[in-house]
């Protein structure tokens, strides 16, 4: 069940007083929840169920430990917008936007960095001056690698995918069709898990011996 600083802080999100909270909800009355926020009482797990919905259907997730946020938050699609619109660049965006000052790892999974257009490189070059490592797990055989070859690990060899997937902060975005939408699930569980199974691939990957790219940092 949700608590009281949870209805508070959902009250807030949603720029509701404790009466339109009460209006809304036609089962729990302004004093009630009065009580309920301050304290007072112990409410039923029927009326917290009653109050819980009512900020639900106006848009609000409830998180463990006390946790609110806009269930809009929890799924972002990025679609292509036009001829010259390139999805995969808003996503460097987004990713340079939510790690910076965050410094932890950023995941590429099934990338083909030949394919990078400079802007998308500049991007990158962006991220990295944030201080946040990179890691990529490329095409068995691919040495078209721009970055230290630490930062690569093969995938096994027939098991590169088209579609490039990221992990990023709580963050795990999934490049679908034809590189015409992006979606982005900001959700700490999603990522964690995403982080561990790229962990377990780059446990057992193969680390490339060299690099063909002319423009390579070593």
Same mark, same amino acid.
């Given at each position: 069940?949700?608590?009281?600083?949870?209805?508070?802080?959902?009250?807030?999100?949603?720029?509701?007083?404790?009466?339109?909270?009460?209006?809304?909800?036609?089962?729990?009355?302004?004093?009630?929840?009065?009580?309920?926020?301050?304290?007072?009482?112990?409410?039923?797990?029927?009326?917290?169920?009653?109050?819980?919905?009512?900020?639900?259907?106006?848009?609000?997730?409830?998180?463990?430990?006390?946790?609110?946020?806009? #269930? @809009?938050? $929890?799924?972002?699609?990025?679609?292509?917008?036009?001829?010259? /619109?390139? &999805?995969?660049? %808003?996503? !460097?965006?987004?990713?340079?936007?939510?790690?910076?000052?965050?410094? #932890? @790892?950023? $995941?590429?999974?099934?990338?083909?960095?030949?394919?990078?257009? /400079?802007? &998308?490189?500049? %991007?990158? !070059?962006?991220?990295?001056?944030?201080?946040?490592?990179?890691?990529?797990?490329?095409?068995?055989?691919?040495?078209?690698?721009?970055?230290?070859?630490?930062?690569?690990?093969?995938?096994?060899?027939?098991?590169?995918?088209?579609?490039?997937?990221?992990?990023?902060?709580?963050?795990?975005?999934?490049?679908?069709?034809?590189?015409?939408?992006?979606?982005?699930?900001?959700?700490?569980?999603?990522?964690?898990?995403?982080?561990?199974?790229?962990?377990?691939?780059?446990?057992?990957?193969?680390?490339?011996?060299?690099?063909?790219?002319?423009?390579?940092?070593?």
């Amino acid at each position: 069940m949700i608590s009281r600083e949870q209805i508070k802080a959902a009250r807030a999100m949603l720029d509701w007083s404790q009466k339109v909270l009460g209006e809304k909800c036609d089962s729990v009355s302004e004093p009630t929840i009065k009580l309920i926020e301050t304290g007072k009482i112990n409410s039923t797990p029927e009326t917290l169920g009653a109050l819980q919905k009512t900020m639900e259907d106006a848009g609000i997730e409830f998180l463990p430990q006390k946790g609110v946020r806009f #269930s @809009d938050d $929890l799924l972002t699609i990025l679609e292509k917008q036009g001829e010259n /619109d390139y &999805v995969y660049l %808003r996503l !460097m965006d987004d990713i340079f936007n939510t790690v910076k000052g965050c410094h #932890s @790892d950023i $995941l590429f999974s099934f990338v083909d960095q030949s394919l990078a257009p /400079d802007d &998308v490189i500049d %991007r990158q !070059m962006m991220i990295r001056k944030t201080g946040c490592a990179m890691r990529f797990l490329v095409r068995y055989g691919d040495t078209e690698l721009r970055y230290p070859l630490d930062e690569y690990r093969y995938l096994p060899k027939g098991h590169y995918l088209t579609n490039p997937c990221i992990v990023y902060e709580n963050k795990f975005a999934l490049m679908v069709g034809e590189w015409d939408k992006v979606v982005i699930i900001n959700d700490p569980s999603v990522a964690k898990l995403k982080r561990k199974e790229f962990d377990i691939i780059w446990d057992y990957g193969e680390r490339p011996q060299k690099t063909t790219h002319e423009k390579a940092i070593s």
